[in-house]
Structures are given as structure tokens and as C-alpha cells.
């Protein structure tokens, strides 16, 4: 079981950036896809991107492609959310998750999730 902490986080105003990092534990973080997932009040989760394990194929929703960068260094065990453009609608929870593919990362294991805030 691959354990997810992810410090970080913050506000910023409309147009900002923001890097959120998800630290693993273990050493099996480099056999695992990584990914992004995110919840605003009163919204379902969505899932933001994802990345394989080699770091070779990325994964984005349209509603952050062009704008967030997913990326990992194996030889940190850590992944990376880079944001820039954010915007209002930005906001929510954001979770890493670790798990078999990019289809089924819900199913794997989580971090406790770092709030991001955008206002305008």
C-alpha cells in the first residue's frame, strides 16, 4: 500500500499559479500511475490528469488541458500538479491518487487532499 501526503496548497488571486506535490512512501511509487483529482462544494469529484509510470503519456480534462502540468520524479517518489492560469472555478479539494491506470485510479490509494483557492 502506497502512502500519499500532500503539503501545499494555498490562494491565490485570478491568473495565478500554484505547484502541489504528493509526496509517496514506499518504494513502489515508480510502478504506479499517478493522478489528480478534485471536488468543489456541492460539485463531484472530477478527475484532473493523470500521468503513467514511466512519466511517458499525460492525461488531461478539457477543463484544465493547456493550463496544468502533471509531472513525477520516480527518484523522489513524488508527483506534481503545476497550475498556472487558475481561475475562480479553480477552487476545490485537490487529492493525488496512485493506482493500475489512469481508468481505474479512484480505486487506489489517496492522499488526504490540500484545499486551493482562487478568488478574483
Known amino acids: 500500500q502506497v502512502q500519499l501526503i500532500e503539503p501545499g496548497g494555498g490562494s491565490v488571486h485570478t491568473g495565478g499559479s500554484l505547484r502541489l506535490s504528493c509526496a509517496a512512501s514506499?518504494?513502489?511509487?515508480?510502478?504506479?500511475?499517478m493522478g489528480w483529482f478534485r471536488q468543489a462544494p456541492g460539485k463531484e469529484r472530477e478527475l484532473v490528469g493523470g500521468i503513467s509510470a514511466s512519466g511517458g503519456y499525460t492525461y488531461y480534462s478539457d477543463s484544465v488541458k493547456g493550463r496544468f502540468t502533471i509531472s513525477r520524479d520516480n527518484a523522489l517518489n513524488t508527483g506534481y500538479l503545476q497550475m498556472n492560469g487558475l481561475e475562480p472555478e479553480d477552487t476545490a479539494v485537490y487529492y493525488c491518487a496512485v493506482g493500475s491506470n489512469i481508468a481505474t485510479l479512484s480505486l487506489g490509494s489517496w492522499g488526504q487532499g490540500t484545499q486551493v483557492t482562487v478568488s478574483s
Open positions: 514506499g518504494r513502489t511509487f515508480s510502478l504506479y500511475t
